[in-house]
């Protein structure tokens, strides 16, 4: 795996304790881009809101078209698909996936195919299989697959689904998934 540039975190039912949790634990200078995906409501706009009070990082919603930047967290808004190209991310209306709008999989697979190897894809607890065909891509385009430990999870039916399906590089409880993270991105030199 080359530097990680990249780190997208997605989850579902049981997955917002373990995401504020993760985003307190990154520092202000932390040189990635963090993109966030959580099923919910379509009426539900506080996502962004409730991290920035718990992240010490920038966090924004992420729009249709906006460049990448670094040392933002991006949290992908309600009832849109969000994916991602080489320089910018793009937000969509298309039809549900996997049961939902915003799905895992696209942007998981978006971001296997334009970061490759600089993508970090972490799937939290929630229900049904929706991240597991996304990992894949992860692996697949040399990136490298992170799981809640489905013991950990409220919701262990994704990340169940996923070590069954996917061969991850790490199973870990939610408080050790932001001081992987920084370890292996200090590891590559990419915290600084």
Known sequence: MSRPSIIAIAGSAGALQPLQTIVSGFP????VSIFILIHRSAHDGLLTDLLARKARM???TGRHGEPIARRTIYVAPADFHLTLGSSHMFLSRGPKINRHRPAIDPLFES???SFGSQLIAVLLSGYLDDGTAGLAAVKQAGGMAVVQDPADAQVPNMPRNAL??????QRVPAAE?????LRISNAKGSAT
């Open 58 to 60: 920038r966090v924004v």
């Open 177 to 181: 998934i932001a001081p992987l993270l």
């Open 111 to 113: 971001a296997a195919s």
């Open 28 to 31: 202000p200078d932390f040189a």
């Open 164 to 169: 069954a399906h996917v061969a991850v590089d």
